[in-house]
């Protein structure tokens, strides 16, 4: 059964750091595209990072304050976050992406809030 579960959620303050991790199962991440995408309240879902063919690309965010890896032995996806503002407040989803084959996980909540 293939699933993607988010971890890493959480209350940060502004300024801080967060890193979200992605576990897969039912197939590996090293044979798709894989991506952060963010939801804030009362927003559309928008493309945050995605690694795909050894490159990674970011979507209107900073690229320094974002990073995306993964560790194919462990089938795991990361989001290195730092520098946190409130604006950053959202559902972060995992996505896969292979030819037709799309997969989404449930979403992990981040609150940037003093």
């Known amino acids: 059964q293939v699933q993607l579960v988010e971890s890493g959620g959480g209350l940060v303050q502004p300024g801080g750091s967060l890193k979200l991790s992605c576990a897969a199962s039912?197939?590996?991440?090293?044979?798709?595209?894989m991506s952060w995408y963010r939801q804030a309240p009362g927003k559309e879902r928008e493309l945050v990072a995605r690694?795909?063919?050894?490159?990674?690309n970011y979507g209107d965010f900073w690229k320094s304050r974002f990073t995306i890896s993964r560790n194919n032995a462990e089938n795991t996806v990361y989001l290195q976050m730092n520098n946190l503002q409130p604006d950053d407040t959202a559902v972060y989803y995992c996505?896969?992406?292979?030819?037709?084959?799309?997969?989404w996980g449930k979403g992990t909540l981040v609150t940037v809030s003093s």
């Open positions: 996505n896969a992406r292979r030819w037709a084959s799309e997969y």
């Open positions: 039912g197939f590996f991440v090293s044979q798709y595209a």
């Open positions: 690694s795909a063919g050894g490159t990674t």
